[in-house]
């Protein structure tokens, strides 16, 4: 049986967002070890692919200082309370940084996407049936809006262009939908 023993969390850096631990466990021969662990204040976020009706999404072109370089990525943000759902936080946000709304919405997945630092969890959607919203930044993003073929996202995906976990995951989820006849858009 595989069961480790937290001995002792150390903070290391408390920042606006996250918090960085050194995490002291015993593992389950007995040895001590010290793992980095990262934790995510509100919990995570959720994001969401939107689809219209000729199967062009909307993504967001903006810049991930992680990579230090402009992402291109599905609506998404984090969690605005701690009690928000994940279809909630991904229509607000699609709205917010999009102006679109979807009417109909799949859930594809809970994803931890750093398991080995990370605990920040990530809902992820395809939303289809678009109506128009507000767009409504907030004033620290800088953002582009794409309008793309489903088609030319998944060619992102395959040359580099695209590296966004989430986005990846959506995109594939939604082909996978449709192949198996859960979206008909």
Do not use: Q, W
Request: glycine content about 8%; overall charge negative.
């Amino acid at each position: 049986m595989i069961e480790f023993t937290r001995k002792a969390l150390e903070v290391a850096y408390d920042g606006k967002i996250i918090s960085c631990y050194k995490d002291y466990l015993e593992t389950p021969d007995g040895t001590s070890v010290v793992y980095d662990l990262i934790r995510h204040k509100s919990g995570g976020g959720a994001g969401i692919l939107l689809v219209d009706d000729r199967e062009f999404t909307y993504l967001v072109r903006l810049y991930r200082n992680s990579i230090d370089a402009v992402s291109i990525e599905i609506p998404a943000g984090g969690y605005s309370a701690k009690d928000e759902t994940g279809e909630v936080c991904a229509v607000r946000e699609a709205e917010e940084e999009t102006g679109y709304v979807p009417e109909k919405i799949y859930h594809v997945a809970n994803v931890v996407s750093s398991i080995g630092t990370f605990d920040e969890r990530t809902d992820v959607f395809i939303g289809t049936n678009l109506v128009s919203g507000t767009c409504n930044r907030d004033p620290e993003e800088y953002i582009e809006l794409m309008h793309v073929s489903i088609e030319d996202a998944m060619k992102m995906v395959y040359d580099g262009t695209i590296v966004d976990s989430k986005t990846v995951l959506a995109l594939f989820a939604y082909r996978e939908y449709k192949r198996n006849g859960i979206i008909n858009s």
